[in-house]
C-alpha cells in the first residue's frame, strides 16, 4: 500500500481539515496559513447613524434552495465523500470539502481538500488549497442578495504573483437535489502528492431522496461551544469521469454530501464521523464528539429508511465498539481502525473495516490539524439478515504527537 499528499496553499505548500485553522498575522503579512483555527477577531464597527439589524436568534427553519448557499458566520463546510465504480471492476473512494471562515474585521478565508482512495491498487493520494476573499463565491443570488444554492470555486492563487497564471478552480456548486464536481491537480500538486498526472474529478450527482435535517430540526447544540445548523443529502447517484495520470475512466456510483454552518470555531478534542449507505436502502450517520482530554461528551446519530423518512438518534440508542487501531508513521497519531456499530431498536449490526490503512491527511498548513478520512468495506447484519454497503469515516483530534513511527494492529 502506497500513500502519499500534496499541499498547497496561497503561494506555499500547504494541507488541511476541519477545525479551520489561523489567518491571522501570517495570511495577512504573508501569503499562507491555516485558515480555520482562529478565534473571532474583534469586529471593527464602523460610526454609522443607523444601528446594524439584529439578527433572528437561532435556531431558524432551514429553507431550501436558500440554505445550499453561503451564511454569514463563523464557521461553514460544504462536504461530499463518495465511492466510484469504473467499467473494469476498479473502486475508487473520493472526498472533497469546501470550508469558509469568518474572524471578524479579516477577510473571508477558504480551504479545499481533495482526495482519492484507489481501493484497487492500495493507494492513497491528496491535494489542498486555500484562499482569501469573496471571489471564490459565485454563488447565484436573487435581487436582494438571497442565494439560491452555491457555485464555490477554489484556486488557491496569490493575486500578488504577476508572473503566474491562476490553476484550474475546484469547482464545487449545486441546488436542491442537484451537484456538480470539478477539481484537478495541477502540475505542482500532483508532483507534491507523488503522483504522476495527478488525477482529476468531473461528477455530476443527483440526490436519490430528500434532504435530512439532523437532531429533527436541522440544529445541533453543542452547549457552550455554540451550535450549528445540520443537512445532509445521504445517497446521491453519481456519474461522470475520473482521469488518473493518462487513464480516463467512466465511473459511477454513490456519494454523501453534508452541509454544516454556525457560529462556532472548534467542537471538544475531536470527533468520530460515521456514514454508511446499505443495499437495502438504509443509510446511518453516527457523531461521537470527544473533549480535549478524550471523554466522551456528545453522541447522536440520524437513520433514514429506505423511504426517506428519518430518525434521530440520540447517544442511548446506539453503540459502537472500536474493533482495531492504526498508527501513523509520520504524525504518530494512533488511529481507530475497525468499528462495530449496533442500533438494537433496528436489529442492525454494521462492521467497518479500512479499505486502505493510510488515508491520513496533514493538512496543518491550511486548516491547522491533521486528521484520517477514508473509505471502508462493510458488513452488516438486519435480523440476522445478510446486507453488504458503502461507508466513509472521518477520525479528527487524534494527531497531538510529533512525527514517529506506526503500525497496525487489531483482532
Do not use: K
Not at 440554505?67 to 476498479?90: F, I, K, Q, S
Not at 474585521?105 to 491498487?121: C, F
Not at 508532483?191 to 488525477?199: I, N, Q
Not at 488518473?244 to 467512466?250: K, Q, S, T
Request: charged share 20%; proline share 9%; with cysteine.
Amino acid at each position: 500500500m502506497t500513500r502519499s499528499g500534496g499541499q498547497r496553499g496561497r503561494g506555499a505548500v500547504g494541507s488541511s481539515m476541519i477545525l479551520l485553522g489561523a489567518i491571522l498575522g501570517s495570511v495577512l503579512a504573508a501569503c499562507s496559513g491555516p485558515i480555520l483555527a482562529n478565534p473571532p477577531a474583534p469586529r471593527a464597527t464602523p460610526p454609522s447613524p443607523t444601528p446594524a439589524p439584529t439578527p433572528p436568534a437561532d435556531p431558524q427553519p432551514i429553507v431550501f434552495p436558500r440554505d445550499d448557499g453561503p451564511h454569514d458566520r463563523l464557521t461553514e463546510w460544504w462536504y461530499v465523500t463518495g465511492h466510484l465504480r469504473g467499467p473494469a471492476g476498479e473502486r475508487f473512494g473520493f472526498e472533497f470539502v469546501v470550508f469558509r471562515a469568518e474572524r471578524g474585521a479579516l477577510p473571508v478565508s477558504w480551504a479545499s481538500h481533495l482526495a482519492l482512495t484507489d481501493e484497487t491498487a492500495g493507494t492513497f493520494h491528496f491535494a489542498q488549497r486555500s484562499e482569501l476573499g469573496p471571489q471564490v463565491d459565485r454563488s447565484p443570488r436573487d435581487a436582494s442578495g438571497t442565494p439560491s444554492g452555491f457555485a464555490l470555486a477554489v484556486t488557491g492563487f496569490d493575486p500578488r504573483r504577476t508572473d503566474a497564471v491562476p490553476p484550474e478552480p475546484w469547482v464545487m456548486a449545486g441546488a436542491d437535489d442537484r451537484l456538480r464536481l470539478q477539481a484537478g491537480l495541477t502540475p505542482e500538486e500532483a508532483a507534491a502528492a507523488e503522483l504522476a498526472g495527478g488525477f482529476r474529478l468531473d461528477l455530476g450527482l443527483a440526490a436519490l431522496r430528500p434532504p435530512v435535517l439532523h437532531d429533527g430540526d436541522g440544529w445541533v447544540d453543542f452547549g457552550p461551544a455554540g451550535g450549528s445548523y445540520y443537512y445532509s443529502r445521504t445517497r446521491l447517484g453519481v456519474r461522470g469521469t475520473l482521469v488518473l495520470g493518462e487513464r480516463v475512466v467512466p465511473v459511477d456510483g454513490l456519494a454523501w454530501f453534508d452541509h454544516q454552518w454556525g457560529d462556532f470555531i472548534a467542537v471538544g478534542g475531536g470527533w468520530d464521523w460515521f456514514a454508511v449507505n446499505l443495499d437495502d436502502g438504509t443509510d446511518l450517520t453516527i457523531s461521537l464528539v470527544r473533549s480535549p482530554d478524550g471523554r466522551p461528551t456528545l453522541a447522536y446519530g440520524t437513520l433514514v429508511a429506505p423511504d426517506g423518512t428519518a430518525r434521530h438518534l440520540p447517544a442511548s440508542a446506539l453503540g459502537v465498539t472500536v474493533l482495531g487501531s492504526w498508527t501513523s508513521p509520520r504524525s504518530g497519531a494512533r488511529y481507530p481502525a475497525g468499528w462495530r456499530i449496533e442500533v438494537p431498536a433496528e436489529a442492525l449490526v454494521v462492521e467497518l473495516r479500512p479499505t486502505v490503512a493510510d488515508q491520513e491527511l496533514d493538512t496543518r498548513a491550511t486548516t491547522g490539524v491533521v486528521y484520517w478520512e477514508g473509505s471502508q468495506l462493510v458488513r452488516a447484519s438486519r435480523a440476522g439478515r445478510p446486507l453488504s454497503g458503502l461507508a466513509y469515516v472521518e477520525l479528527t483530534g487524534y494527531a497531538t504527537g510529533e512525527l514517529r513511527g506506526g503500525g497496525v494492529s487489531g483482532d
